[in-house]
């Protein structure tokens, strides 16, 4: 008793020194720290309340930039609009016309919030509308890009702010071959300069200026953000990352979803020189790229307030000495995630990682040198379809000898069932011995009893790969094969329930059972079927419901992944055919599939 009474108050005791430390070395000084980062805020905030001009809310701040916290949004927000297009008239504009892109820049605010993707469709429809990437504050989803400039805290400087005019020097349109210049004089000496351009894809240029005619030396921090209003519709699938994102140096490549944000606060990495951060969707990207070599501080936040999931970074200080300029710039990528064309800016604008804007996933090293072939072929036979059909040759073709081996394996082991059987019943009622002569026997015959695993291992990861580059790859996207199929990369719309079409009735999507993923079952049964079935009844019952189970499952797949199943099912059957024609074992098909057909015998134990 007094021993179990001693340990009692030894634990304790214990467990004051812990809760103590704890207290001392850990929680105290991080309350100190929060203390100390709010005070530094409700600072900051209070300069920008009291400076006379209309500093932009959102922007981060230089006097908190490392303690993880950005400056709450205004109270106030902008008035609401019944539709984009009422917004988007409220305001004067000027027109961006390219190639690939529409839209306009706000002059309140010298935003670029309206931008259109032309190559690009809501549906396989063509006069479907063109995919909307951009829309302004007070739309029904706003989203933007933001630039301007922050002063330290306490500076009585007039800074342009989502509130402010601007105005247009020069061309009125922003095309490839002519900038647009926006100006704003302070009223103070300081004249401000926004210069867009953009080439004949997605990337725009933005250069900021700022002469200093006050006659006193000016310092400034310039910024750049992405915001966006409320959690768009996401696809909810784990193997796809859409959210903020960035690569910072070192630390690579940081993910952030939203959910993360909401629940969890702001994220600052440490400042790099060199990286870029944004926001993803699946198919779309706005990201903001500082120019490599100068450091900036990056930063992903929600307010609450607005519901802005926001993604900005802070550069270092700029000097401006009196009678002179001040100049930064950096680039914008806002349009989609081509594979190719993502490749290209990160050779041409030495942007650190650039390709990783595509979720590649896991297997990065098989999935986008799959899309590189499957891509290769499309450029010579214009159809992706096909390019998967052969890629799936080429694959089959590089793992012919391991799936000739385990075929052959195979094979052995079929002209050896009588043996095996004789084995069984010999020792019947001894399991090890059992094994121990069977293993025997495979290392006699040189037989591999895991050989027939090896065809589907090999299939698993290129399977991975195969989905992951019909899912992420915007190439894919309303990608036609032929006939029905007018998108590789969404499941197969006809079903076997309404007759493929012919009973005016839409399944759901339990039964949207189409064509490609019927084809792709059979093949697979017919597989399965072209070897002996086991002899343990529930194995039997497994391999016998297994491509009824697919079937069903991979019908909600891509339609291109249940065609390159279907299509490699086919060529692994031709192949096992032969090879066991050559090592003169008889394929027993029909016999495996009339056998299920058959009325079995009771065993001698069941007769009465």
């Given at each position: 008793?007094?021993?179990?009474?001693?340990?009692?108050?030894?634990a304790?005791?214990?467990?004051?020194?812990?809760?103590?430390?704890?207290?001392?070395?850990?929680?105290?000084?991080?309350?100190?720290r929060?203390?100390?980062a709010?005070q530094?805020?409700?600072?900051?905030?209070?300069?920008?309340?009291?400076?006379?001009?209309?500093?932009?809310?959102?922007a981060?701040?230089?006097?908190?930039?490392?303690?993880?916290?950005?400056?709450?949004?205004?109270?106030?927000?902008?008035?609401?609009?019944?539709?984009r297009?009422?917004?988007?008239?409220?305001?004067?504009?000027?027109?961006?016309?390219?190639?690939?892109?529409?839209?306009?820049?706000?002059?309140?605010?010298?935003?670029?919030?309206?931008?259109?993707?032309?190559?690009?469709?809501?549906?396989?429809?063509?006069?479907?509308?063109t995919?909307?990437?951009?829309?302004?504050?007070?739309?029904?989803?706003?989203?933007?890009?933001?630039?301007?400039?922050?002063?330290?805290?306490?500076?009585?400087?007039?800074?342009?702010?989502?509130?402010?005019?601007?105005?247009?020097?020069?061309?009125?349109?922003?095309?490839?071959?002519?900038?647009?210049?926006?100006?704003?004089?302070?009223?103070?000496?300081?004249?401000?300069?926004r210069?867009?351009?953009?080439d004949?894809?997605?990337?725009?240029?933005?250069?900021?200026?700022?002469?200093?005619?006050?006659?006193?030396?000016?310092?400034?921090?310039?910024?750049?953000?992405?915001?966006?209003?409320?959690?768009?519709?996401?696809?909810?699938?784990?193997?796809?990352?859409?959210?903020?994102?960035?690569?910072?140096?070192?630390?690579?490549?940081?993910?952030?979803?939203?959910?993360?944000?909401?629940?969890?606060?702001?994220?600052?990495?440490?400042?790099?020189?060199?990286?870029?951060?944004?926001?993803?969707?699946?198919?779309?990207?706005?990201?903001?790229?500082?120019?490599?070599?100068?450091?900036?501080?990056?930063?992903?936040?929600?307010?609450?307030?607005?519901?802005?999931?926001?993604?900005?970074y802070?550069?270092?200080?700029?000097?401006?000495?009196?009678?002179?300029?001040?100049?930064?710039?950096?680039?914008?990528?806002?349009?989609?995630?081509?594979?190719?064309?993502?490749?290209?800016?990160?050779?041409?604008?030495?942007?650190?990682?650039?390709?990783?804007?595509?979720?590649?996933?896991?297997?990065y090293?098989?999935?986008?040198?799959?899309?590189?072939?499957?891509?290769?072929?499309?450029?010579?036979?214009?159809?992706?379809?096909?390019?998967?059909?052969?890629?799936?040759?080429?694959?089959?073709?590089?793992?012919?000898?391991?799936?000739?081996?385990?075929?052959?394996?195979?094979?052995?082991?079929?002209?050896?069932?009588?043996?095996?059987?004789?084995?069984?019943?010999?020792?019947?009622?001894?399991?090890?011995?059992?094994?121990?002569?069977?293993?025997?026997?495979?290392?006699?015959?040189?037989i591999?009893?895991?050989?027939?695993?090896?065809p589907?291992?090999?299939?698993?990861?290129?399977?991975?790969?195969?989905?992951?580059?019909?899912?992420?790859?915007?190439?894919?996207?309303?990608?036609?094969?032929?006939?029905?199929i007018?998108?590789?990369?969404?499941?197969?719309?006809?079903?076997?329930?309404?007759?493929?079409?012919?009973?005016?009735?839409?399944?759901?999507?339990?039964?949207?059972?189409?064509?490609?993923?019927?084809?792709?079952?059979?093949?697979?049964?017919?597989?399965?079927?072209?070897?002996?079935?086991?002899?343990d009844?529930?194995?039997?019952?497994?391999?016998?419901?297994?491509?009824?189970?697919?079937?069903?499952?991979?019908?909600?797949?891509?339609?291109?992944?249940?065609?390159?199943?279907?299509?490699?099912?086919?060529l692994s059957?031709?192949?096992?055919?032969?090879?066991?024609s050559?090592?003169?074992?008889k394929?027993?098909?029909?016999?495996?599939?009339?056998?299920?057909?058959?009325?079995?015998?009771?065993?001698?134990?069941?007769?009465?």
């Open positions: 008793m007094i021993s179990e009474n001693r340990n009692t108050i030894l304790i005791v214990l467990s004051l020194i812990v809760l103590l430390a704890w207290q001392y070395f850990y929680a105290g000084p991080q309350l100190e929060q203390q100390a709010l530094a805020q409700q600072e900051a905030e209070a300069a920008q309340q009291s400076a006379p001009g209309g500093v932009n809310p959102d981060p701040t230089p006097s908190v930039a490392g303690s993880g916290t950005t400056v709450a949004p205004s109270a106030t927000s902008p008035q609401g609009f019944a539709s297009e009422q917004a988007l008239s409220a305001t004067q504009r000027v027109v961006i016309d390219t190639p690939r892109l529409e839209g306009s820049i706000n002059l309140t605010g010298g935003r670029l919030d309206d931008l259109r993707l032309k190559d690009y469709h809501e549906t396989v429809d063509r006069s479907s509308p995919i909307v990437l951009f829309s302004p504050t007070g739309s029904p989803n706003p989203y933007y890009s933001d630039y301007g400039w922050v002063a330290d805290a306490g500076a009585s400087i007039t800074l342009p702010g989502p509130d402010t005019i601007w105005s247009v020097n020069g061309s009125s349109d922003l095309t490839p071959s002519t900038p647009l210049t926006l100006s704003w004089d302070n009223g103070e000496g300081l004249v401000f300069n210069t867009f351009s953009v004949e894809n997605y990337m725009f240029d933005v250069t900021q200026s700022v002469t200093n005619n006050s006659g006193d030396v000016v310092t400034l921090y310039p910024y750049g953000l992405i915001a966006r209003k409320g959690i768009p519709e996401t696809t909810g699938i784990w193997i796809l990352h859409e959210g903020l994102l960035g690569v910072f140096g070192e630390e690579g490549l940081v993910e952030v979803d939203y959910s993360d944000l909401e629940e969890d606060g702001p994220v600052r990495p440490a400042a790099v020189d060199r990286g870029w951060l944004g926001i993803t969707d699946k198919y779309w990207a706005a990201t903001l790229i500082p120019t490599p070599g100068q450091e900036f501080q990056p930063g992903f936040s929600y307010a609450a307030q607005s519901g802005n999931f926001q993604a900005d802070l550069g270092n200080a700029v000097v401006v000495p009196a009678g002179g300029v001040g100049e930064t710039s950096s680039y914008l990528f806002a349009g989609a995630k081509e594979t190719n064309l993502l490749d290209a800016y990160e050779a041409s604008l030495s942007i650190e990682r650039f390709e990783l804007l595509i979720d590649w996933g896991w297997f090293f098989l999935t986008k040198p799959m899309f590189y072939a499957i891509d290769f072929l499309f450029h010579y036979f214009g159809n992706f379809g096909v390019a998967i059909l052969l890629v799936t040759v080429i694959i089959k073709l590089f793992f012919f000898p391991l799936a000739n081996k385990s075929y052959v394996s195979m094979s052995k082991m079929k002209l050896v069932q009588p043996q095996m059987t004789e084995i069984r019943e010999k020792y019947a009622d001894d399991r090890q011995k059992q094994q121990q002569a069977l293993m025997e026997l495979y290392k006699k015959e040189k591999n009893p895991l050989a027939g695993c090896l589907i291992l090999i299939q698993i990861p290129v399977f991975f790969a195969l989905y992951k580059v019909l899912f992420v790859t915007i190439e894919m996207r309303h990608a036609p094969f032929f006939g029905w007018q998108d590789l990369s969404a499941p197969d719309p006809t079903s076997l329930f309404n007759l493929f079409g012919l009973i005016p009735w839409d399944p759901p999507q339990l039964l949207m059972l189409g064509v490609w993923p019927l084809i792709m079952g059979i093949t697979m049964f017919v597989q399965m079927k072209m070897n002996p079935a086991p002899p009844p529930t194995q039997q019952m497994i391999f016998t419901w297994m491509p009824v189970v697919f079937t069903f499952m991979l019908a909600s797949f891509p339609a291109g992944l249940v065609i390159y199943w279907a299509w490699n099912n086919s059957i031709a192949q096992q055919w032969v090879i066991m050559r090592q003169g074992v394929v027993e098909l029909w016999d495996n599939i009339g056998s299920m057909f058959k009325r079995k015998k009771p065993a001698a134990d069941d007769k009465s």
